[in-house]
C-alpha cells in the first residue's frame, strides 16, 4: 500500500472519528446548549383567548353597553428588510412608508409617530406602533397589508373597551370597568371586571370565561398548523337586560337635568317605578356639576338614587294616616283641632305649628293641606310601638333587598332609643333619613294593594345563544294593611293633587296621587337643622283607580330665595312634566284605559212600542239619559237607537223617535256616523270615539294608517272598530 493511500485512510477515519465526537458533543453533551431551543420547537406554548364582555340592555332589548376590543400592532422589522433583498421594487424606508400611511389612514395613530417609530435604530428588531386599534380597523389595516404585500406585522390583544351608544344615559347605575394585563403580547392574561354599578354587581355573568389554544411557531415565527394541538375556546360573557325603560330614563334625566339648573338644587333624584312589580323603569341622580362631567366621570360615582339619605318630611304623613284608618280612629270627614300644639316632656317644650294657621281640619283635609298638627295629634292615639313596627314593614332603616351597588341602609333608630318628642315628629318625616329607593317602595305598596316588593333592576340574563338562563319574577317581601284602607287613603292623596299642596300636579285626561314634602336639613354631626337648606319631595303615582307608575322626584338645596325649596314650586311641576311625556309616549295605553275604565256599559231597555211617558219612567228609573226626537208627543215610541238589549256606554244617551224609522234611521245616519280616524294620532283617535260612542280594539302605535269601519257609516252604540296605527 503506497503512501497516498494511507494518508487518505489516516485523514478519513480522522475526520470520520471528529464528526461522530460533533455530533456526540451536539446530541448527547449539548455543548451548544440546543436541547432547550428544541424543546421550545416542539412544545407548543399557549395564547390567551380573552371573551367578550356581555352586553347591557334596556327592558325592551335596546341596547345600553357594549364592548370593542381592541388590539396591538407590532412590526418585525427583520422579516421587511429581508423580503426587500429578495423584492428591490420598494426600499425598506419605502415599506416603512406605507405602513405608517395604512395605519393612520385606517384609526386615529398619527402618521409621523409611527414614521418615527418604523425607523428607529436598530432597524433589525420588532418595534411597537400602537395599542390602540378596533376589531374593524384591525380588518381594514389586514387587508391594505395584504393587498400591498407587505409582510411583518404582528398583532395582539391589547385590551377591551365599553362602549355606551346613549352617552351619559343611565350613568349613575350602569358604572364602570377596570381592567389589568398580566404578561406580555399574546400570553397575557387580561382580566376586566366592574368597578360599580350593574357592571360591578353582576361582573360575574358579564365577564365571561378565559380561554386558550396551544400555537407552534418555526425558526422564522410563522405558526405551524399541527392536528395534535389542542385549543378551548373563550366563553363570552352573559348579556343582562334590565327593567330600564329606556324611553322614561330619557325623559326622567332630561326634567331633572332641566330642573336641577332652574332650581339651582345641589341634587336632583328620581325614580320611576311599576308597584305591582317593583321593577325599576328609571333611576337618575344628578349633582350639580353633572354637565361638567364626563360620562366615565358619571359612571364612577355613586348612584345617589339608592345611596342619598334624607329626612322624607311631609311624604310618611300618609303611613301615618293608613295606621289610623286601618284601627278606625278617626273617619275621613272627622274634624280634629289644628291650631298650635304645645308638648311638655322632661320639662321640655315644644310647639309644632302648620306653615298656615287652622283652626280644624278633616282628617282628609289634614292630609291635603299637610298640616303637622294635625297627624301629631292622629299619631298620639297610635302610639309608638305600632308607628316604629311599621314603618319597619315598610322598608326603613334596612336595604330593600334591590342588590344594587352602593345603597344605603337609611337611618331609623331602634324604639328603644326614641326621645320625648320622637313619636311626634317621625309621624311627619323627622327624626328618620331615607333614600329615593326606600321612599318610591313604600310608595309602590300604598298604591298596589299593601304589598311591599322587593325592587329590581334587572329582569334577566341571556347567554350567547340568547337563551334565558336566569329570570328575576316580582317578589312578594311582605305584605301590610287592608284594601278597604288603601283606598281611602288614595282618596286622601288624591285630594293632594285635586284641590291640596300638590294642584300644580293635576292633568286633565289622568288622576294622580301623592303627598308632597318640604323638610328641613339635619346639620351634620349636631343637633338642630340648617337655615335655608331643604329637601323638596314629592312621590306619587298614576292613574289612581289602577296605578301602573310610581314616581319620587327630590331636589337637595332647591334654591332659597326663589322658594324653589317648596316641593310644590319644584318637584311638583317636574313630576306633572314626566307623567306629561309618559303618557304620551306611543307604546303606553294609560289614557285609552283610564277612557275605557270610566265608561260602563248596560244593555239598552227596550221600550219601543211604550207612550212616551212609560218610557221615560223605566229610562229614569234606570237613571239612562235619553233625547226625544219628532213631533208626535202624544203618540209611541216608533224606534230607539241603540237598538233594545244592545251594549251601550251609560253615560250617553238613547234616542227615543216618534216618527217613522226612516227618520231615525236619517237621524243615527248623521248623528252617529263613524268618524274618520286615519292621519290622527292614537290619543286623538281615542277621543273621536269616545265622543261617537264607538269602541276601538288598538294594533300598533303611532299616527292611524287604516280602520275597519269605513268612515261616515252608521254606527251603533258599542261597536267595535279595529284600528292600525304605525
Known sequence: MNTRIKFFLVFNIILIIIWIGYLFSIQILDAHHLKSNVQIRQNPSKEILIPDRGNIYDRDGKLLVSSIKYYQLDVDRRAIINDRKKESQLTSKEVFDKIAEIISNNSKADRNFLLKRLNKEPLFSSVYLTNNISENQLHLIKQEFAKQKIKGLVVSFSNIKRSYPHNKLGANFLGIIDDKNQGNSGNAIYTAFGGNGIEATYNEHLSGEIGWKEMIYDANNRMIPLLFLKEKAARPGKSIYLTIDKNIQEILEENLIIGLKEYKAKNAIGIVM??????????????????????????????????FMFEPGSTLKPITALLALEKDIYKPTDKIDCTDYHLEY??????????????????????????????????????SKVLYERMIAMGFGHKTGSNISGEASGIFRKLKDWQGFSLHSISFGQEISVTALQLANAYCSLANGGKIMQPHLVKEIKDENNKTITSFKPKVMRTISDKRSLDTLKVFLKSVVDYGTATGTKLEHITIAGKTGTSEKAISGKIGYEKEKYTSIFAGFFPVKKPQYIMVIIYDEADYKSYSYYASLSAVPTFKNVVKKIVNLPETDIIANVKEDNKKFIFAPDVTGLQLEKAIKILQKKKINFLVVGENHEGKIMDQYPKPNTSFDKNEKIILNLDNKQVAEQLNVDDYAMPNLIGLTLRKAIAASNRSSVKLVIRGNGIISAQSIEPGSKIKFGDICTITAK
Not at 350639580?288 to 345617589?304: F, P, Q
Not at 278633616?362 to 298620639?380: C, H, L, P, Q, T
Open 346 to 383: 322632661e320639662s321640655e317644650e315644644r310647639v309644632i305649628k302648620d306653615d298656615h294657621k287652622y283652626k280644624t281640619l278633616s282628617f282628609k283635609d289634614i292630609i291635603a293641606y299637610s298640616s303637622n298638627v294635625g297627624i301629631s295629634r292622629i299619631v298620639e292615639e297610635i302610639g
Open 274 to 307: 311599576e308597584p305591582n312589580t317593583g321593577e325599576i323603569l328609571a333611576m337618575v341622580g344628578l349633582t350639580e356639576d353633572h354637565e361638567k362631567k364626563s360620562a366615565k366621570e358619571l359612571r364612577s360615582v355613586t348612584n345617589i338614587a339608592a345611596s
